[in-house]
């Protein structure tokens, strides 16, 4: 089955996570740094959980699930380790229109998590289709050691050179040259050896090049 990839915004959108233990607290986390707002239901918390929902840093329900629980949710995981209760989500999911995720589950997800390496505003996501989710977790190490902290900055450089070419020429395809002889630049191999300075007097003179002649 070919899956359409994307990258969803949950900021402020109620999300639920049905189950309370440490798959749980890892499927809760990655939702809040997302910004979304989380509901927990489940009749026992790990501590973890108890102490966030008690700070008011998410929602919890302290007893089984219900279908009603769904309502106004953007998505759904089910992190239990009970497979009714996974079943049970799945098919409220299905009657509700709401996504669902069960972990270790390939046939009961609407969606599937993928590994993922982030610098800043740069994601590498890898997936196996739920197929086997062990290989996306070590291409994603590997990720990690090609793509590393220097992209962050680097990305953050992209962002301001693009801001700066869209602000003051009018045509794309100058815009499109400026871009990929930034990218070309030694800005960000300078960047790795911490010599922030130096890679902005790069953007400097990119900019200035493109944006006086084009």
């Known amino acids: 089955m070919r899956l359409y990839s994307l990258c969803l915004k949950l900021e ?5 996570v049905i189950g309370g233990g440490n798959v749980a607290k ?4 990655s939702l809040k740094e997302c ?4 509901l927990v239901v489940s009749p026992e918390l790990c501590p973890e959980l108890a102490d966030r929902a008690a700070r008011g840093e998410i929602q919890a329900l302290q007893r089984a699930f219900q ?12 992190a239990t380790d009970n497979p009714a209760v996974n079943q049970a989500v ?3 999911g299905k009657d509700a ?15 599937y998590v993928p590994a993922s390496v982030r610098r800043g505003d740069l994601e590498i996501a890898v997936s196996t289709t739920g ?15 090609q793509f590393g902290p220097e992209y962050e900055a680097y990305l953050e450089l992209l962002a301001r050179f693009r801001r700066e070419l869209k602000a003051r020429i009018p045509d794309a395809a100058i815009r499109n040259r400026a871009e990929e002889a930034f ?8 960047l790795a050896q911490h010599k922030v300075h130096e890679a902005e007097q790069v953007l400097a003179e990119c900019a200035a090049r493109f944006m006086s002649d084009p």
């Open 12 to 16: 402020g959108r109620r999300c639920l």
């Open 131 to 145: 197929a086997f989710p062990a290989l996306a977790k070590r291409l994603r190490i590997e990720l990690e050691g």
């Open 183 to 190: 990218l070309d630049s030694p800005a960000l191999s300078l």
């Open 90 to 92: 799945a098919a409220a």
């Open 97 to 111: 229109g709401v996504l669902v995720n069960v972990v270790d589950v390939p046939d009961l997800c609407d969606f």
């Open 67 to 78: 279908p009603e629980d769904l309502e106004g949710a953007a998505l759904a995981i089910a």
């Open 26 to 29: 890892r499927k809760v986390a």
């Open 35 to 38: 910004g979304a707002d989380v």
